[in-house]
């Protein structure tokens, strides 16, 4: 119980932060959570640490806000849109010709909206939407970051977020 009512609580604490910032810094926000909340190691649902993450679900409201915008002067090109309704179309078709249908299905919803939709909203944003200076200086202070810690676990010979996360995942069965 406990559990759930923390998970509601930072659900809560995401679409609030989500949809007071400005938009062209939810794709920086997104970017620092995919590498700071490894969820896939922890003892979250499989669909919330594999599927939808927290940097999906910024993106994803970064997406609709852009997109829903009411000012916006750009429009999706029609190829644009097209490519991506056949792709996701043949995706789909290949889910149900699959072996696991849930996990295809799953799979298809983080590609829409981390390709297809991403790709529509890049397409009609302006720098209001999308600052790719801004983006670009942060994909840098990742590397930088990642590196830190690399060198970090060379020199301490330990990884510095198992200091973190090891209480998290000591417990799983890896076999």
Do not use: C
Not at 37 to 52: D, I, N, Q
Not at 99 to 108: A, F, G
Request: net charge neutral; charged share 15%; glycine share 6%.
């Amino acid at each position: 119980m406990i559990e759930v009512a923390a998970g509601l609580a930072a659900a809560l604490l995401l679409a609030v932060v989500a949809f007071t910032l400005p938009r062209r810094a939810l794709p920086v926000l997104a970017l620092w959570s995919l590498v700071l909340l490894p969820l896939g190691y922890t003892t979250l649902p499989s669909l919330v640490g594999r599927y939808f993450t927290p940097a999906l679900i910024l993106i994803l409201i970064w997406e609709l806000r852009v997109l829903t915008k009411a000012e916006r002067t750009r429009r999706v090109p029609a190829l644009v849109e097209a490519g991506g309704l056949v792709l996701l179309a043949a995706l789909f078709i290949s889910a149900l010709m699959g072996q696991s249908l849930q996990s295809s299905l799953l799979w298809i919803a983080v590609f829409a909206v981390a390709g297809t939709f991403a790709v529509r909203a890049a397409v009609v944003s302006d720098e209001s939407d999308l600052d790719l200076a801004l983006l670009q200086k942060h994909l840098l202070l990742v590397g930088v970051f990642i590196g830190l810690g690399s060198i970090g676990e060379l020199v301490l010979g330990l990884n510095p977020w198992d200091l973190i996360y090891t209480e998290v995942y000591r417990d799983r069965t890896w076999s």
